[in-house]
């Protein structure tokens, strides 16, 4: 009885995925009934990977295959949005324009704890897929795949900071929304070039030793080089969590209270709240200058980080930001007229001073009551 058992999980486990590869054909069966005959295929674009590809005339809606893309499309053309990788919570409706707040949760193709599936994207009826991030073979074979199997247009787009400009100009350009993409393109490059000519003027050993507490306890921290540090590290700080050794792997590490004492960082920048309120009165963290001056910041996460989480677009106010607080000579700055301009520009919000306040209250480094 027992292996009679076995053999009905199996047969139904093979109906099971039948039933799927069947519904799949019919949902790629639909969108080639549902798009333009002759499709509009009329431009070939080059995306990052150096990928011909080619996409219809007009843009009207775009799949972001993960947080990034999602952001890089919201600010440039948020009508064009399918949906978010993750459904907007509640503290973080506010600063999203109103039409955005709705839009249904699609998953994520891309990275870590995707949760999607071409069902569920073919459901949204994109006419083009965008991914912004890493550039490489694992990612160009992903989207050879995807782009095989539905017969929609999925471009690779470089996510490096660096290349945040041309990112915009490129996006911009091919969802018809040019002059936006260069006035945000242009809009960067100028932060990126004053930002360049402060530091050139600051020699290393002057620049301020940073170190980023990420979770609870602040024992998590991402080493030199990772990309969740590279904000603080484009913004003229030195990432005190550095392996020395260029060829030694970055990204997120556990460490200890007593390494963070004995790199004994002059500032700290976390995303954690509850970190945050606990730094002031932990006696393990009280000889550290940071606390001592302090200088412990805590940085918005609403809608999106401004440190990462994720690394897109929503960096170029953290960029800003944190290059005030470690240089308010050189790079001084209007927090709240800056945040608010930022936040209409790019994420196409008016906000309110009561929303203004919540979400700036911790970044200037006060302990809370």
Same mark, same amino acid.
């Given at each position: 009885?027992?292996?009679?058992?076995? !053999?009905?999980?199996?047969a !139904?486990?093979r109906?099971?995925?039948?039933?799927?590869?069947?519904?799949? /054909? !019919?949902?790629?069966?639909?969108? !080639?009934?549902?798009?333009?005959?002759?499709?509009?295929?009329?431009?070939?674009?080059?995306?990052?990977?150096?990928?011909?590809?080619?996409?219809?005339?007009?843009?009207e809606?775009?799949?972001?295959?993960?947080? $990034?893309?999602?952001?890089?499309v %919201?600010?440039?053309?948020?009508?064009?949005l399918?949906?978010?990788?993750?459904?907007?919570?509640?503290?973080e409706?506010?600063?999203?324009?109103?039409?955005?707040?709705?839009?249904?949760?699609?998953?994520?193709?891309?990275?870590?704890?995707?949760?999607?599936?071409?069902?569920?994207?073919?459901?949204?009826?994109?006419?083009?897929?965008?991914?912004?991030?890493?550039?490489?073979?694992? %990612?160009?074979?992903?989207?050879?795949?995807?782009q095989?199997?539905?017969?929609?247009?999925?471009?690779?787009?470089?996510?490096?900071?660096?290349?945040t400009?041309?990112?915009?100009?490129?996006?911009?350009?091919?969802?018809?929304?040019?002059?936006?993409g260069?006035?945000?393109?242009?809009?960067?490059?100028?932060?990126?070039?004053?930002?360049d000519?402060?530091?050139?003027?600051?020699?290393?050993?002057?620049?301020?030793?940073?170190?980023?507490?990420?979770g $609870?306890?602040?024992?998590?921290t991402?080493?030199? #080089?990772?990309?969740?540090?590279?904000?603080?590290?484009?913004?003229?700080?030195?990432?005190?969590?550095?392996?020395?050794?260029?060829?030694?792997?970055?990204?997120?590490?556990?460490?200890?209270?007593?390494q963070?004492?004995?790199?004994?960082?002059?500032t700290?920048?976390?995303?954690?709240?509850?970190?945050?309120?606990?730094?002031?009165?932990?006696?393990?963290w009280? #000889?550290?200058?940071?606390?001592? /001056?302090?200088?412990?910041?805590?940085?918005?996460?609403?809608?999106?980080?401004?440190?990462?989480?994720p690394?897109?677009?929503?960096?170029?106010?953290?960029?800003?930001?944190?290059?005030?607080?470690?240089y308010p000579?050189?790079? $001084?700055?209007?927090?709240?007229?800056?945040?608010?301009?930022?936040? /209409?520009?790019?994420?196409?919000?008016?906000?309110?001073?009561?929303?203004?306040?919540?979400?700036?209250?911790?970044?200037?480094?006060?302990?809370?009551?």
């Amino acid at each position: 009885m027992d292996q009679g058992r076995g !053999c009905n999980r199996h047969a !139904c486990h093979r109906r099971g995925a039948a039933a799927r590869h069947r519904r799949l /054909r !019919c949902w790629l069966l639909a969108l !080639c009934c549902w798009l333009p005959f002759g499709a509009e295929a009329a431009r070939l674009i080059e995306d990052s990977a150096g990928r011909k590809v080619a996409i219809p005339e007009r843009i009207e809606r775009v799949y972001a295959a993960g947080p $990034p893309a999602s952001i890089l499309v %919201y600010v440039l053309a948020p009508d064009k949005l399918t949906g978010w990788p993750r459904a907007p919570r509640k503290d973080e409706r506010p600063y999203l324009a109103p039409a955005t707040r709705d839009l249904p949760e699609t998953g994520r193709l891309t990275g870590r704890g995707n949760t999607t599936n071409l069902e569920v994207m073919l459901r949204t009826r994109p006419d083009l897929i965008i991914d912004f991030g890493a550039v490489n073979a694992t %990612y160009v074979s992903l989207a050879d795949q995807v782009q095989a199997q539905t017969g929609i247009p999925y471009l690779l787009i470089d996510g490096r900071f660096e290349q945040t400009p041309a990112a915009l100009r490129l996006v911009g350009d091919i969802l018809g929304v040019g002059d936006r993409g260069e006035a945000r393109a242009s809009e960067v490059e100028a932060l990126l070039t004053t930002l360049d000519d402060v530091l050139a003027t600051i020699p290393e050993r002057e620049r301020p030793r940073v170190y980023m507490a990420r979770g $609870p306890n602040g024992l998590e921290t991402g080493l030199k #080089g990772s990309i969740n540090t590279e904000i603080i590290e484009r913004a003229g700080g030195r990432n005190v969590a550095d392996p020395g050794d260029a060829s030694l792997r970055r990204g997120i590490v556990q460490v200890s209270v007593e390494q963070v004492i004995v790199a004994n960082p002059d500032t700290i920048i976390t995303w954690d709240p509850n970190f945050y309120r606990g730094v002031w009165r932990d006696p393990l963290w009280a #000889g550290i200058e940071a606390v001592q /001056r302090q200088r412990v910041f805590l940085s918005p996460l609403v809608p999106f980080g401004w440190i990462d989480r994720p690394p897109s677009l929503n960096r170029i106010i953290g960029l800003k930001w944190l290059a005030s607080l470690f240089y308010p000579d050189q790079m $001084p700055m209007d927090l709240r007229a800056e945040t608010r301009a930022f936040y /209409r520009r790019f994420y196409h919000v008016d906000l309110d001073d009561n929303t203004l306040e919540q979400l700036l209250q911790w970044t200037q480094g006060h302990p809370p009551n």
